[in-house]
């Protein structure tokens, strides 16, 4: 197989972590490319990565990618993947996809039936607790049908924060630059909800709260681990300029789920998911609880979910994840930069017309962020395709 060029757009921590991951396997990353000249040009050295470019267009047009990575927050999407579509370049987002649910059909629409590979990084689905509980969910009699679904969980930003100091602003302050709980936190969530019942979502309908009006700025914050260590000071926060927030901390919503190979969706089983409080759970952290006809699973936690224990009558199993499982997933770094890794590796198989393991696609981010949409609207449930 010929080796496999990329270019990077976007120089923050998901840029890291797709540049990382494609390393790790091979393909020549070419350029990072970002707005600030000193931001992208530490980066790209960091990484090893020989352009540093401040055009993403130049840099796409001079090395006409087998791969483009769209790291950017969600106000630069569109163009850009057209101009990658145009060269016949395979393309992986971050998410959200877009800024709407239409812009977003639009993006699947400009990639579907030209026969380019395109990926959605929600990558908290490739955790080994999230193919355990598939497995269990799949095993005959284990809790019985599964009747419902119910997910809580708690913010873990916001409660870290002490009475005294606040938070800075950042683009995940920002609807226009694709912040908020529901473009960042809900895109995981449904991609493990599908993962781990084989199912789809077809309708959701809920509401969402904006807690925090405003906040400080500080300019040199660009990175999205340095934002959530960050606290400032009342006094010093009172000296910075402040901007607007207008991205939800807090959401509730009911999905409905059915079987992927079911035109007509009669037998829909209910989920509930909302952020804190969430579900009573002795855990901090929420958790995901699976009713059953014959019992409840239940696993502790958001995105890692430890431990899992099997609930039936007054009796209760805890069942660790099995090393095969957990061997399954690549290490190279962290929890968060092995998930993108493991997204990389099913997507280059994919492009290599070797076997892989399903990811989510340009499809999946649009058919989240219909859901998305409607939660903010609060106006109905809206159907979602699959």
Known sequence: MKKLKAVVVGAGWSAEGHTKAFQHYGVDVLAICARKPDVVRKVADGLG???????????????????????TPAVLRTEVIELAVELGCHIISEKPLALTAAEAEHIYNLIKDTGLKHAFAATHLYDPSVAYVRELLTQQHFIGALTAVDIGYSRRISRSIPSKTVKPWSWMSSLAHGGGALNNGLTHRLGMLERMTGMKVVSAVGEAKTAIRKAPVVPEIRDFREWSRKEITHEEASKLEWRVCDAEWDYSAFFKLAPSDTAEHENTILVTMRTNPGVPSPSPTGGWYFYGTGGTLVGRGGHILSPITKHVAETSEELPVPETLTDALPRIGDDIQNKWVALVRDFLADIENRPHDPYLTFQDGWRYQIAIDAIRASSGWAEIPT
């Open 49 to 71: 990565v020989p352009e540093a470019s401040t055009d993403w267009r130049e840099s796409l047009l001079k090395h006409k990618p087998d791969i483009v990575a769209l790291t």
